[in-house]
């Protein structure tokens, strides 16, 4: 049995040593509950990664990078941006991480939450510059991806080189910022964070940025962040409480 069934199945047993048999509505309450949690912790999974290579063969020509996630069709190949300048990575290296979608503006698990900035949404703020710039790659031509990708390797690293462009770039997102991003879909960006976040060691893999499809788009089937599920659980809950436990 794995340790999720387990404690599934020890929840279970608390629940008929604790509510009687004849209490259907709290037994029933109290089993909502586990479904809900046990998706929660389900979903907290991290999910493995291959890195392929670099564009032209060399980290220095930026985007795209190109990862795999373990399990997706062979050539389910994602065209990553990397927003991390300080670590490294080498082609066949394999990683497990957590997928963060922007969309969902909780970057908790992600390299850079804990930047040091005006409030507590700063590093937010910089990932969803990031994202902004991420995105204007499917408008841009290639020649304009490395320097896109070198004013997000700036954004989270000052010390990175940045040139003209580069600093173009950086105004066009503060600018952006400053309007509130106006349409810009950052359910279609998704974060993959080593699950050692916030790791030293230089030769670690680093953080990636990718466009998938858009988490918000109807009949589409995602995989809600944590926090997205406790939210439902506890709306769930509510809802199952006013009608039975009146």
């Not at 089993?31 to 979903?43: C, D, E, R, S």
């Not at 291959?50 to 389910?76: C, K, V």
């Not at 670690?204 to 940025?209: R, V």
């Amino acid at each position: 049995m794995s340790e999720q069934g387990f404690e599934g199945s020890w929840f279970c047993w608390k629940v008929e040593a604790i509510v009687p048999r004849g209490d259907g509505n709290m037994r029933k309450l109290l089993i909502l509950a586990v479904v809900v949690f046990a998706a929660m912790y389900a979903q907290a999974d991290p999910i493995e990664f291959t890195f392929l290579g670099w564009n032209g063969g060399d980290w220095q020509n930026g985007f795209p990078y190109f990862i795999h996630q373990d399990g997706a069709p062979p050539d389910a190949v994602e065209a990553a941006m990397c927003d991390d300048y300080v670590h490294g990575g080498m082609p066949g290296d394999t990683w497990f991480a957590n997928v963060t979608n922007l969309g969902s503006q909780d970057v908790i698990k992600t390299r850079f939450d804990t930047i040091p900035g005006d409030d507590s949404l700063y590093s937010l703020l910089l990932y969803n510059k990031a994202g902004w710039l991420l995105l204007e790659t499917q408008v841009e031509p290639s020649s304009e991806w490395l320097p896109i990708n070198m004013a997000v390797w700036n954004i989270f690293d000052p010390s990175a080189p940045c040139n003209t462009e580069c600093m173009a770039w950086q105004s066009a997102a503060q600018n952006e910022a400053r309007l509130g991003f106006p349409g810009v879909d950052f359910n279609k960006v998704y974060i993959v964070t080593p699950v050692n976040q916030h790791d030293p060691d230089p030769n670690s893999i680093q953080e990636f940025m990718y466009i998938g499809e858009d988490s918000s788009s109807p009949g589409r089937a995602t995989a809600p962040e944590p926090g997205t599920f406790l939210l439902m659980g506890t709306g769930v809950l509510a809802a199952f409480g006013r009608r039975f436990l009146k």
